[in-house]
């Protein structure tokens, strides 16, 4: 049987031995390696400014300028956090290279295949190996070398912390009172059709009809397309008419609805699709995403799917001309749950 040694020297190709070595201008003159160390260092020195020139585009560039130049129209913020961001980790690559080339220990070394299995006195070598590695970098006599890298490569967290900014503000309860957990819905505010922006008259629905709807004072956002559509998603709802003797209205909700016309959030309580497939006659609601399924004539619990929540209902009545209104903001947060979310106000089957 062949063993693994003889089959390395019976390797047909033979060994080319190494080229003749040459010494590197640094490895012979201290003067020209001390240059190479300084011109490293430089390298890594422009990192942290450029991290700070980063930083101080964000906070004092506005957003909105932008730069408009052939067919290039891009925020201004953007081409300097490519450029800023882009150059500082070209400096540090450019001072790894020639850090690894100028300064490094240069020794050429071979290595005889082997067996893929490392035997334990190869693992040992790899040590060593990288023990050696580490003892050329040459940090503990190169100092200036080691310094500025310690500065420099923190520095690159700079320009990844700040941009965390634009993430929103923290999610404490007041920032949620705020946002999430509030819509543009207020009392007196009118139901009106989610197109035409008509407003709807609780006479004018039949038994058995559902409309997609929103609240009036969407129209004042129309100046602002981004804070409409955020508005949007929170406050669009369906208007039901039911037949009041089919469905059940607990105490606490008997004005929440007028004569059988309820209106819940169109927002789907497991992660927020918009619904509106309507089943006339078992009042059912279904989620087209994950088949959620709410009664609307049970104050909009949930009687099959993922979805944790019964679907929050907004509280309605009319105006002296009989058109539909809020009778308030919705009094649970509409849409998916999240962690901090209190559910203990959400109706549950059975509440009175
Ligand atoms: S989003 Fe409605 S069931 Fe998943």
């Not at 949620?176 to 629905?205: C, F, S």
Request: charged letters at 20%; aromatic letters at 6%; glycine letters at 8%.
């Amino acid at each position: 049987m062949s063993t693994d040694v003889e089959v390395i020297h019976d390797h047909p190709v033979p060994d080319p031995g190494h080229p003749e070595h040459v010494e590197r201008w640094t490895d012979v003159d201290e003067e020209s390696a001390r240059r190479a160390e300084r011109q490293i260092a430089a390298c890594f020195g422009v990192v942290p400014l450029l991290a700070l020139g980063f930083v101080a585009v964000y906070f004092f560039v506005p957003k909105s300028w932008t730069v408009n130049f052939a067919d290039l129209h891009a925020p201004a913020q953007h081409i300097w956090f490519g450029l800023l961001g882009g150059l500082a980790i070209l400096l540090v690559g450019i001072g790894a290279v020639q850090w690894a080339r100028l300064i490094m220990g240069d020794h050429e070394i071979s290595e005889e295949r082997h067996p893929a299995t490392s035997s334990a006195a190869d693992r040992e070598e790899v040590l060593e190996d990288v023990h050696t590695g580490i003892a050329q970098t040459e940090l503990g006599r190169r100092k200036l070398i080691g310094t500025s890298l310690k500065v420099a490569l923190p520095a690159l967290a700079l320009p990844a912390l700040v941009t965390l900014l634009d993430m929103g503000p923290w999610p404490g309860p007041g920032t949620r009172a705020a946002t999430i957990e509030k819509t543009i819905w207020a009392e007196g505010v009118h139901l009106v059709t989610d197109v035409t922006y008509k407003r709807i008259k609780a006479a004018d629905l039949a038994v058995g009809e559902l409309v997609n709807a929103a609240p009036e004072n969407i129209k004042d956002l129309e100046h602002d397309p981004a804070e409409m559509a955020r508005a949007t998603a929170k406050a669009a709802i369906i208007i039901v008419r039911m037949d009041p003797s089919s469905i059940k209205i607990p105490e606490s909700r008997k004005d929440w609805q007028v004569n059988g016309v309820l209106c819940y959030s169109k927002i789907c309580t497991h992660v927020g699709c918009p619904i509106s497939l309507w089943e006339q006659q078992t009042h059912h609601l279904l989620c087209p995403c994950h088949q959620s399924t709410f009664d609307l004539g049970n104050s909009g619990v949930v009687v099959f799917g993922p979805a944790a929540r019964s679907l929050p209902q907004l509280p309605i009545t009319t105006d002296a001309d009989g058109y539909l209104v809020a009778r308030s903001d919705f009094t649970v947060p509409v849409g998916p749950s999240y962690f901090e979310r209190d559910s203990q106000h959400d109706y549950k089957d059975g509440d009175r």
